[in-house]
């Protein structure tokens, strides 16, 4: 099969270290022709970690479009409001697309970006990470082979994590719905569109309730500092920055991690500029005094088609992360737990069974295996391969979008049902 000849534009947390480095993974199907950030040191990182030619780096997505197709595929992975023009452009000029979700805040330029891949029969692959792990795929296995019966009910959850809430959706890029896109976008369109693929079954009624409860000023501790290094309640914050960075097991780089969360904060990160950091720049603010706005817990109803319903719950107020999912079927009942690995099939008639994913897969790193599977899915089919179950076309993601954009609209609209055939159209 041909080697894929790739642009990575935006050598972000995305665009490098979960992307750039599928080409270790994947010597022989995959090739970094060209990368750009407006970050020199993140470029440079790249160039360092990938042996690039200065020449095949470019100090911004538009230089490198510039230069009109130079590779087979480009890689979309800036900010979610780049999306679209960086997509539309590259698109124009004839490359496939590996395109970092959302597609679009706004929901027209999502419709737009399909018809252009349409009318330009070009293929579009939205980064829905969760399709391609091991966990998800043998779910859809045992609902498509009948295991519960026709599945009627569905309730999942998405557990964020208190400090991931803490990290991204109120100090960091994804805080403010204006600057990047509504929290149910950004976070829940891999569940939304779990849902829609799992089911085989497009939404037909949305409504939603939710929004921010705690990362306001009036939640404030007595006493708290603009700044946790300056803040004398920090002890009892579970939001402090030194704890996140520097001490908690797991996230602290005093830990042993030196990987994201606190590479987002310094590129190669050290305890000299991770302090730095905290006590300078955006992710050592009081999580009370930001500009965030997006919401921390948020219900979303869905009727979809043929009469099935399903819950989705997002919530900042956990302290286990991954999702879980109960599946409530004609003929029995699935547990799912993605944090686990462990899927539980409880048939009505039968014994109990459980499916153990460590058991099935090797590597199951980067949303649970997620990110590399989907990047040789893509790889795959841009070389001619056939298309997987699990492939996702422009326009079903986009279906995972719209009943985002439906939640967001009932839940600033107090709860009111939104007809997604009418949305769509
Ligand atoms: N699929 C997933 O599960 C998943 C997970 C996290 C983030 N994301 C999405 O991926 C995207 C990137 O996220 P990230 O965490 O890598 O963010 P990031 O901020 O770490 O990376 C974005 C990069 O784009 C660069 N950039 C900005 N403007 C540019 C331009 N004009 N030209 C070239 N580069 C430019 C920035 O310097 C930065 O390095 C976001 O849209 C985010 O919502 C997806």
Redesign the pocket.
Known sequence: MKKVRVAI???????LHAYAACVKLYPEKMEIAAA????PE?LELTRKLYGLPESACYP???ALLERGKIADAAFI????R??FA?ASRALELGYDLLL???ISPEVEECRRLVELAEKLGRRVSV???LRYTPFYGELKRLIDEGAVGDVVNVQHVENVIYWHQAHSFVRG??RNSGE?SPMIL?KCC?DTDLLVWLLGRRAAKVSSFGGLYEFRPERAPEGAALRCVDCPVRRDCPYDAEKIYLTNPGTGLLRGNTGWPVD?LAPEPDEPSIRRAIEEGPYGRCVYRCDNDVCDHQVVNIELEGGVTAQLTMCAFTKRGGRDTVLMGTKGQIIANLSEQMIHVLPYSGENYDVDVRKLAHDLSG?AGGDTRLVEDFLDIVSGAPESPRTTTLAQSAESHYIAFAAELSRLQGGRAVDMREFRE
């Open positions: 534009i935006g050598l972000g947390n995305r665009g750009a950030d407006i970050s993140r911004s997505a538009e992975c800036t900010q979610d780049q999306h960086h970092e979700k959302p980064c829905h990470v890029n994804w990047s950004q891999h987002v949303h």
